[in-house]
């Protein structure tokens, strides 16, 4: 059984900063590529960011130059440090990773944490 667990959301005001944590658990042979997604009331579930096991990145435009990933492969676990905060930056905020449990790569999700921008 594997698990995501995010923290670290809440409420911030326009320009602050907040950084979300994604620890993952369980029977882990190894981890490949880990993001972060969003979804905004009323809109579809959208990637925010990604980093590969080898430390590539990947950014959607709205959040380039203010998002940063990151990654501690020791600990499992992502980061988004998230900069310049905007209120169309809020949102649920998932994490996701490809895991690979023994042979075989599955996609696993966080349960969500909820980021509220305050204008």
């Known amino acids: 059984q594997v698990q995501l667990v995010e923290s670290g959301g809440g409420l911030v005001q326009a320009g602050g900063s907040l950084r979300l944590s994604c620890a993952a658990s369980?029977?882990?042979?190894?981890?490949?590529?880990m993001g972060w997604y969003r979804q905004a009331p009323g809109k579809q579930r959208e990637s925010v960011a990604s980093?590969?096991?080898?430390?590539?990145?990947n950014y959607a435009d709205s959040v380039k130059d203010r998002f940063t990933i990151s990654r501690d492969n020791a600990k499992n676990t992502v980061y988004l440090q998230m900069n310049s905060l905007k209120p169309e930056d809020t949102a649920v905020y998932y994490c996701?990773?490809?895991?690979?449990?023994?042979?075989?790569?599955?996609?696993?999700w966080g349960q969500g944490t909820q980021v509220t921008v305050s204008s």
């Open positions: 980093i590969t096991s080898g430390g590539s990145t």
């Open positions: 369980g029977s882990i042979f190894s981890i490949n590529t």
């Open positions: 996701n990773a490809e895991i690979t449990v023994i042979a075989i790569p599955y996609d696993y």
